[in-house]
């Protein structure tokens, strides 16, 4: 179990999928995140790619976001997205898909795209380009990447590219 850190739902627990398979993102570096992009939350229209417990999307909608859609291939995944959108009495919109396939199909556009995938999957140049070339990001939109490795990126894409390090982890936040 990890917690929300800050907002409507601070200090709430949030299940966690018993599986070696993800990775729930730390409090400290969602805290840093959400201290970066604090000027973007709120009303937000929020997207958790690779979500696995939500706990990007959730702190979000805690923190004033408008509304939040998570994608994560995996059974067990969504089955805990449900319950902790249940626990919280939040409506939230949940994709048990593939995360390349949602963003090859999906219309709407996000202010706020939250991309962790499991470390090991290097998909981060994949997913931003396909967001980019699907127009998915509204105008003044962020991309928040989380990686274990430093990223090469084309940085020419965004206004604004800022790395934060917390420990092993590394936070990539891109502004359009």
Do not use: W
């Not at 179990?1 to 409090?27: A, C, E, H, N, V």
């Not at 990447?145 to 940085?155: A, F, R, Y």
């Amino acid at each position: 179990m990890i917690r929300i850190t800050s907002g409507t739902f601070r200090s709430r627990l949030l299940k966690t999928p018993d599986s070696t398979l993800t990775k729930p993102t730390m409090d400290k570096v969602r805290l840093g995140v959400f201290s970066a992009i604090a000027d973007r939350v709120n009303n937000a229209y929020v997207l958790d790619l690779f979500a696995g417990c939500g706990s990007y999307g959730f702190e979000a909608l805690s923190r004033g976001a408008k509304s939040a859609t998570f994608v994560d291939k995996g059974y067990e995944q969504v089955q805990c997205i449900k319950s902790n959108a249940n626990n919280l009495n939040v409506n939230v919109s949940v994709h048990m898909r593939d995360v390349l396939s949602f963003l090859n199909e999906t219309s709407e556009k996000y202010d706020l795209i939250f991309v962790d995938p499991p470390y090991k999957l290097n998909c981060y140049n994949e997913v931003v380009d396909l967001i980019l070339k699907r127009n998915l990001l509204t105008d003044n939109g962020i991309i928040v990447l989380e990686s274990e490795d430093i990223l090469s990126l084309d940085e020419t894409k965004f206004a604004k590219v800022k790395m934060y390090k917390y420990g092993l982890a590394k936070a990539y936040i891109l502004r359009k």
